[in-house]
């Protein structure tokens, strides 16, 4: 994992940089903000900067950004993103993220997550507490890929930290990592696997237990490994996949598959101030299992997609909008 940790005169730029923006925008805005956003990121350091432009070219699988500000004053814990947005909860923090996210890639978003908002409050939310959302607290959230089904699915995945107080491990683990037969590599390149749209997409809530709930959404076809030999991507969502047909060799990779990501998992625990960014091609990640209180004092993240191109979802989607629908 790649480490950057901002200085004390690092960190006071960075917040004079969001003092300016806010001073600038009465009506926060997220979604406008973001066609300027890689502009107005030239005022981080310097330092930083150079630091995220060389995790792009190396394609680095993880990179951990430490000392970010956060408001002293921050508001408690919402119960849900939606108290959050109503609220305009962590708006320093989502500017933060948006910030130095600009630096990595394009943000956007999604028309059927979390009502179309750019940045996501990843809190814990009554009622959602097994749900295979980054609703959930008391399930874990098996590692995936983020978007798994989607064409546009993000180059990153990044998680700024507000509140962890009782230090739940955001898990990940990377390609790189894994030893797997000749064999099995061979199975999971193969255009035989079934992708869908998980439950934050739907609006639905899959059956976990007898596995029912995938029929009859729509899915894309493709394989698990792909690209360079030498340096392969991989997708995978175990709980929103299927072997194409449900015979054959791509059924039992799916389960040696998942065998073996869990083997090489890693624990990383976010703490206030530290933003992760997770290229979405090279590893998997998920969430340990945690008991929320909904006192105020739950975990609390801030999560932005980014991608490397964003013309491709102009292109694909034949509107210029940064939200896909």
Not at 7 to 25: F, G, M, N, S
Not at 184 to 209: K, M, Q, W
Request: charge should be negative; hydrophobic fraction near 40%.
């Amino acid at each position: 994992m790649e480490n950057f940790l901002l200085t004390a005169q690092e960190r006071a730029q960075v917040d004079r940089l969001v003092d300016d923006v806010l001073a600038d925008w009465t009506s926060w805005d997220p979604l406008r903000f973001a066609e300027q956003a890689g502009s107005v990121a030239h005022g981080l350091p310097l330092r930083l900067r150079r630091f995220l432009a060389d995790v792009r070219a190396a394609e680095a699988d993880v990179a951990l950004v430490s000392g970010l500000p956060v408001d002293p004053a921050l508001a408690p814990t919402p119960a849900g993103w939606d108290m959050a947005a109503k609220n305009g909860a962590g708006r320093r923090e989502e500017l933060v993220l948006l910030l130095v996210g600009a630096v990595l890639g394009e943000p956007f978003g999604w028309a059927n997550q979390q009502d179309g908002r750019l940045v996501h409050d990843v809190v814990p939310t009554p009622g959602m507490e097994r749900s295979l959302t980054s609703a959930s607290s008391t399930e874990p959230l098996t590692l995936h890929t983020e978007d798994v089904f989607h064409p546009f699915r993000c180059d990153y995945v990044s998680l700024f930290c507000l509140r962890n107080p009782d230090e739940v491990g955001t898990t990940i683990t990377r390609f790189d990592a894994l030893d797997f037969p000749g064999e099995l590599r061979e199975a999971l390149s193969e255009e035989s696997f079934r992708f869908y749209p998980d439950d934050s997409h739907t609006g639905e809530i899959l059956n976990v237990v007898d596995g029912d709930g995938l029929t009859g959404r729509r899915s894309t076809v493709g394989p698990v490994v792909f690209g360079p030999a030498e340096r392969s991507y991989l997708r995978f969502d175990r709980d929103f996949m299927t072997a194409d047909q449900e015979a054959g060799r791509a059924a039992e990779a799916i389960t040696v598959m998942h065998g073996l990501l869990c083997e090489a998992v890693e624990r990383i625990v976010l703490r206030p101030g530290e933003a992760i960014f997770v290229d979405n091609y090279r590893i998997v990640h998920g969430r340990e299992p945690f008991s929320a209180r909904y006192d105020g004092n739950d975990r609390w993240l801030k999560r932005l997609n980014l991608i490397r191109d964003v013309r491709r979802i102009y292109a694909g989607s034949g509107a210029r909008s940064r939200i896909i629908t």
